[in-house]
Each structure stands twice: as C-alpha cells, then as structure tokens.
C-alpha cells in the first residue's frame, strides 16, 4: 500500500456524523460537579456520622425527613442528590468498558449503563412524586 | 518492491496498570463503581421513607452494621479521590481571561477547595439546625 | 558543537549506563526485540547524544529519526522507560544509574528501531483544516494585513506552539484503542485556528469535532498535557472544544441545517 499517495491527493470532503454524547455529557458533567462538591459531606452524614451516632439521629429522623421530602423544594433536591451521580457514575462505567477492551456490543452497553441510571431516576421520582404533599 | 513491514504492537487490556498515571486514571473513573452503589443506597432510603416510619427506621439501624461503616469509609475515600481529581482538571475547562492574560489555574483550584469546605460546613450546619 | 569547552567532569569518565533499545529491522524481524547497550555517562548527555554514540561506536544500524537537537523540529520522539519523551529533552542524569528502555513512540506502527510511521497522524492533522479560512467577502490583499490585539492573539497561541512530535498520541491511550480517534495535537491545533480572530472556519471544523471521532472519543485522560514538550495542553482544548461541541448540539437542536 502506499501511505505517501493519499496525503499528497486532494482529501475528498468526509461525511461527518454529529455524535449525541453532549446529552450524556452534560449530565455526566453535572452529576461529577455534584459528586465532587457533595457527595463527601452526603457520606459522612448519612453513612458515618448519623450510624455512629456522632451526630443525634433525630436530625435524620422519619418525621423530618419525609416532611423535607414531600414539600415543593425538598423534592426536587432529593431526586438531584440521589439521582444525578448515577448519570455521572454511569457514564464514567460506560467509557471504562471500553478502555477495558471490553467492545462487543457497544450499543448494547449504552443501553444498559444509561438505561439503569434513568431507571433509577423514574424510580426515585416516582416514589418523591407518591409522598408530595402539596 | 518495498521493504516496508510496519509492526503493529498490541495494546493489552492491562495497559492501564503499566503506566502509574493511567493507574490513577482508572481509579478515578473506577470510583464510579463505588459511588453508584452509595446512591442506590440513598435511593433504597428514599423507597423505604416511603413505606413508613417503621421502614425507615430499619434503614437507617442497617447503615450501622459494621459492613456499612466500613463501606461508608471507603466511599468517603474515593468520594474525596474524586474531588480531588475533578478539582485538579477543573482549570482545563475554564477559559477566562483577565486583562488579555490566562486566569491562573491555581486561583481556579484554590477557588473550588474554597467553595467545597463552605459547602461541606453549610451541609453540616444544615443538618444540625 | 559549540566552540565552548565542557567542563572537565567530562574528560574521563569510566561510569557506564544501560541503554536497552527495541530493535526492529522489518526485512529479518518478524517482531521487535531488546538489545542492549552500554553507554558512557556523563551527566550532560541527553539521550539523543546516547543514541548518537550507540550510532556512531556500537552499532550503526540502530536507527532513529531527529534533527535539530533542541527540542523544536519535533523529531526523537520515543518512549523512555514507558514514558513518551523527546531525546533531546530527556537527560541521562535523570535516570543513572537504572537502565533506560527505549522503545518506538507508542500507539503508532513500527517503521524500523525507534522510527515510527506517523502517516495516521499527518493525516489527522491535514484534515482539520489547518489553516486560516477567512470570511468569503474579506478584503482583498492589497488592503494590509489583518490586525490582531495581543488579546486576540493570546486566546490561541498557547495551542500554536506544537511541534508535532506526536508524544501526545504516543500518551493517549483513547488512541491506542480505537485509532480513529482524531487526537490531542490535531484537536489543539483546530482549537489554534478556531480560536484566531482572523479565521471563518470554526463552523467547517465544529462538523469534525461533533463527531464521535472528534472529541467524544476523549475521556480526560490527561497524560498529552502532562508529556506535550511545548506546553501546549492539548487536553484543555479539548475540554474546551467539548463545551463548544455541546453549544454547537443545543442550537442544532433548534436549528437543524
């Protein structure tokens, strides 16, 4: 094959496909900028300092937090703080797949690792939309 | 004729443990693993907030099983990896100028621990009121 | 050589440094091998000056590709110790007494030895049109130059000073597993040109970087930025270029052309 032939030839003007990543990008991108500022205080609180009884668990209790949950403003912060790491997580498994090698079924791939952040988003929204109280 | 035979060298699923940079790489983006079950775990919260008082107190009394401590711990870990590492290639994303000159990259980190340790203590404060 | 005189820890040295090269000759090799080589150290030496010793006192078939020496015609690229590097840059000093490998710039098919083929890469850097596009009703030549602030000139010179030494392709591993990936240098340069308040272009190029290939193929790796000789921080443009990509979708969205 010659390599040096094609260079020198004019380039025939190329189809180009826009891809639809800015979508996944987007969200990947605010869900990682949630992560990075939140998730670390979310953890210790939740998963630290409340079971260890560091904190007095009645900041964390059914009363106050279904009534945060069901009002207007604490819905929507729910639903963000639970849902949108996962469409960054989930985005980052997606592209790790690749990297391991793993390239059969790429489409497939989308499928589930998007699809199972956007389940779980219905889900929470779906239980958030049950307890709202308006 | 040509003599050319150009070698083609393969690219080994492990080449991410070969270079200490692509390691670090890989744990930022494996960190994900880890994070998603967090958030599963605050949605399984949210589901069993939803049935009831009853409910959710056995949430939160499973939260203080050993296992779950330790978990949390390591999630808090790599959560604070992941901050780190976001921080760190935030600068890369910025494209402000000042006076026709490059906004710092270390105002744009120092910018962000700033508003993470407000944040953090705002958050704790918050849930403390 | 410059006419001035090393320092006299150069005259007589009997310390020795490893230097293990990737050997590949395509008429006798059906794949690459390690040879190695004992090379007098001196703490000046760069590792292009090593090879040029091995050259010209070893083994003179080794082969290699460079040219002025300094770091700006982007030519000794090669992996040292796994690290994509210039040999010019890279010192010996740094890495005495442990032994050097040197191997072909990664990710790209071997020619012969440390020689590479980058025709994939000309390629990529050919088609982003890299160059000025200026508007179609512009001022004709006769008119004078076009007149640039150094503000203008400062959103895009970072992303002029590379020398296509191919290091960040060598640091990409997105490249390495899926070669249609359009790359950091040829990204950045696109960025150069996008970025010049003299080119019309941007709309052209955006069609390039909104592909699959373009940038979506990055995953913020961040090794080109981190081994790029020059500074030049191809992941930045490209992070950059993504935000662009993402406005370019928005208004595709509304827009459809």
């Not at chain 1, 987007?26 to 205080?41: C, I, K, R």
């Not at chain 1, 703080?81 to 390239?103: E, N």
């Not at chain 2, 401590?69 to 390591?74: D, M, P, Q, R, S």
């Amino acid at each position: 094959m010659n390599a040096q032939q094609t260079t020198t030839n004019q380039l025939p003007e190329k189809k180009y496909i826009r891809s639809h990543e800015p979508i996944f990008w987007g969200l990947f991108g605010a869900g990682g900028m949630l992560t990075a500022f939140l998730t670390p205080v979310m953890v210790l609180v939740t998963g630290l300092l409340i079971p260890l009884g560091l904190i007095d668990a009645e900041h964390l209790s059914y009363e106050k937090l279904h009534q945060f949950v069901s009002s207007w403003y604490g819905a929507p912060i729910v639903l963000v703080l639970v849902a949108l790491p996962l469409w960054h997580t989930l985005h980052r498994i997606f592209h790790s797949l690749h990297d391991l090698g793993i390239k059969r079924g790429r489409d497939w791939q989308q499928v589930i690792c998007y699809g199972f952040a956007f389940a779980v988003s219905v889900f929470v929204f779906t239980l958030l939309l049950q307890m709202l109280s308006l | 004729m040509s003599k050319r035979k150009p070698y083609q060298r393969e690219m080994n699923n492990d080449w991410w443990l070969k270079n200490a940079f692509y390691s670090k790489y890989m744990i930022r983006e494996g960190s994900s693993i880890l994070i998603t079950v967090y958030s599963l775990i605050l949605a399984w919260g949210v589901f069993r907030l939803s049935q009831g008082e009853e409910a959710f107190n056995a949430w939160l009394s499973a939260l203080q099983h050993p296992i779950s401590i330790i978990f949390h711990l390591l999630v808090l870990l790599i959560a604070l990896y992941h901050t780190i590492t976001w921080f760190s290639l935030a600068p890369k994303a910025v494209d402000l100028y000042i006076k026709g000159k490059p906004l710092d990259a270390k105002f744009i980190v120092a910018g962000h621990y700033i508003s993470f340790i407000i944040v953090t203590i705002f958050c704790l404060v918050l849930i403390m009121l | 050589m410059s006419a001035q005189t090393m320092p006299t820890q150069q005259a007589v040295s009997d310390k020795v440094i490893e230097v293990e090269i990737l050997r590949y000759r395509p008429e006798q090799d059906e794949k690459p091998f390690p040879q190695l080589f004992e090379v007098p150290y001196s703490p000046d030496m760069s590792i292009l000056e090593a090879l040029q010793y091995i050259k010209d006192h070893l083994d003179s078939t080794v082969s290699f590709r460079w040219s002025c020496r300094m770091a700006i015609c982007g030519s000794c690229g090669l992996m040292v110790n796994n690290v994509p590097k210039l040999g010019c840059k890279a010192f010996l000093r740094d890495y005495y007494p442990q032994k050097i490998k040197l191997e072909a710039l990664a990710n790209f098919p071997i020619e012969r030895d440390l020689v590479v083929d980058m025709g994939d890469f000309i390629k990529k850097l050919e088609e982003i049109k890299p160059y000025i596009i200026p508007a179609t009703d512009d001022k004709c030549l006769s008119e004078g130059t076009y007149k640039q602030t150094p503000e203008q000139m400062e959103k895009y010179k970072q992303y002029s000073m590379c020398i296509n030494c191919g290091l960040c392709y060598a640091a990409c591993p997105q490249y390495g597993l899926d070669s249609k990936f359009t790359g950091p240098a040829a990204l950045a340069l696109l960025a150069r040109y996008n970025r010049d308040s003299r080119d019309a272009g941007s709309a052209e190029r955006m069609k390039i970087v909104n592909q699959e290939e373009g940038v979506w193929s990055c995953t913020f790796v961040g090794y080109c930025s981190v081994v790029c000789p020059k500074g030049v921080d191809p992941a930045a443009a490209i992070q950059l270029l993504k935000v662009e990509s993402s406005k370019d979708y928005l208004i595709g969205m509304f827009k459809p052309d």
